[in-house]
């Protein structure tokens, strides 16, 4: 009896000890699973990998910009005055989170311009900001702004039932700006004048060149006039000459200040026009290059007839990262390649927009319908632009800088009206060409397709609904499940 009643009395006891321990037992599981949760979190932040999963590589900065970055040897502030309301206020964002990822000398500071007037105030009036929105750069003192008008350009379309493309330009901004403030040098860019060429202090909307001179500033680069009649020589600080449209002949002693600018390892753009006669054809010549009375006609490719689109480039520095991006070019002519009676420094000539196999240079300009004859006109492709080097002899490893020239069948594509799509950025990829700048070429404006989901007012409740209350009572009805399954 007496037995007995210990024995019941002891098995309570032990269930109760069997309880404590297992409570005892999914604490310590518990403990040991957030702390591993800690300890993956905190690894994680110290060593993690950054990857991208969106659609269209926006938010990648290109090699050539972790290079400017990477030279970057100051810290480096970044103020961003934009509204979240602007077209380009998220792209912007991303794009700058990419700059501070990539360097360790970024600092990014976000100031909105209507709720934080004090701070915006404050940044307008240290940094001399002309504009309400800015992205302002400042590296060891020195500072320089890019608008926020500048971010977002209006593209030619490819197509005339589409409306037209946005190109976003912010790496291509922001990495030039970076690069300015680095580099205290800043080469020369001397447009020639005298002979009715394109000026870049001309503000006319249409014909003026104010908006290409305001991007070569923009890249660091300092812009300036040449009259070659009063010169009477080419400066020694000149880095490029740019001759772009004249409509007048050149005199034979500015012809002959050109030739030996060339020959003295010079760089040239020149942007001709067709159905006039420069005088430097003879010079052109004697490098490669063959300028001809016509005008360059391509069906597949325009939309009224007095223009050439393209969006398909020949293959070379300047046109490599415009693959995809439409450059437009206005009754062009034809800039062909022809043999050169040289030793072992003969040019390299280098095509880089063409017109497609359906189009040819019309060498009767007059006509008003004009038709491929194939006796007389030169069927497609033929090259409206062409990039022309010389430098050391192939094969002989010798630090010479070479000669590079550029050459272009129409002026008005940078024009202040022409100025759309991609000729702003071939122009300022040229320009980079001419002056052995690659650290400026590979960043291109990145195209704004927007992706997006349009709903209506039920769809969106059925949506809320579903993700909001349906998941989780889903997992919840799921372990009751498990719960009353274990029970029974």
């Known amino acids: 009896m007496t037995s007995m009643s210990h024995s ?88 700058l989170r990419e700059y501070a990822a990539a360097s360790d000398k970024v600092a990014l500071q976000w100031i909105d311009p209507d709720r934080q007037l004090a701070e915006a105030e404050q940044a307008v009036r240290r940094y001399r900001l002309t504009e309400g929105e800015a992205v302002v750069f400042d590296l060891g003192g020195r500072h320089q702004s890019v608008s926020a008008n500048n971010l977002v350009e209006y593209g030619y379309p490819g197509d005339a039932a589409r409306s037209p493309t946005r190109a976003f330009r912010g790496e291509p901004l922001f990495s030039s700006t970076i690069y300015a403030l680095a580099h205290a040098l800043r080469p020369t860019v001397f447009f020639v004048q005298g002979h009715g060429e394109r000026s870049p202090l001309d503000y006319d909307r249409r014909s003026g060149y104010s908006r290409v001179a305001a991007r070569l500033r923009e890249a660091n680069l300092e812009v300036d006039i040449l009259n070659l009649g009063e010169a009477k020589s080419v400066p020694a600080h000149c880095a490029l000459m740019i001759l772009a449209g004249p409509v007048r002949e050149l005199a034979p002693f500015e012809v002959a200040l050109v030739r030996d600018y060339l020959d003295r390892k010079g760089r040239l753009l020149a942007l001709l026009d067709a159905r006039i006669t420069s005088g430097l054809e003879p010079v052109l010549q004697n490098w490669g290059v063959l300028l001809g009375d016509d005008i360059v006609v391509d069906d597949s490719r325009t939309l009224t007839g007095r223009e050439l689109y393209t969006t398909v480039y020949d293959d070379h520095p300047i046109t490599r990262p415009l693959q995809g991006m439409a450059s437009v070019l206005y009754l062009p002519r034809a800039v062909r390649p022809t043999p050169v009676s040289r030793g072992g420094d003969k040019p390299v000539l280098s095509p880089l927009i063409s017109c497609s196999a359906n189009g040819w240079a019309e060498l009767n300009p007059d006509d008003a319908s004009p038709q491929l004859d194939p006796a007389v006109d030169i069927a497609g492709p033929v090259p409206v632009a062409l990039a022309i080097e010389r430098g050391p002899v192939p094969g002989v490893h010798v630090q010479i800088r070479p000669t590079r020239l550029v050459v272009v069948g129409d002026s008005t594509f940078i024009s202040n009206g022409g100025l759309m799509g991609a000729n702003v950025d071939f122009f300022l990829n040229a320009v980079h060409w001419l002056l052995e700048r690659e650290d400026m070429l590979a960043i291109s404006p990145v195209v704004m397709d927007d992706f997006r989901v349009v709903m209506n007012a039920r769809q969106l409740h059925m949506l809320f609904a579903a993700v909001v209350a349906g998941l989780p009572s889903l997992v919840a009805l799921m372990g009751l499940l498990v719960a009353w399954r274990r029970r029974h």
């Open 8 to 95: 019941s009395s002891s098995i309570p006891v032990s269930r109760r000890l069997y309880r404590l321990a297992n409570r005892l037992n999914r604490f310590s599981i518990l403990l040991l699973a957030g702390l591993i949760f800690l300890m993956v979190n905190i690894l994680s932040a110290r060593f993690y990998h950054r990857g991208h999963w969106n659609r269209v590589p926006q938010g990648r900065l290109s090699s050539r910009t972790l290079q400017i970055l990477d030279s970057v040897q100051e810290d480096l502030q970044i103020s961003v005055l934009l509204r979240p309301t602007h077209e380009a206020y998220s792209r912007t964002a991303t794009l």
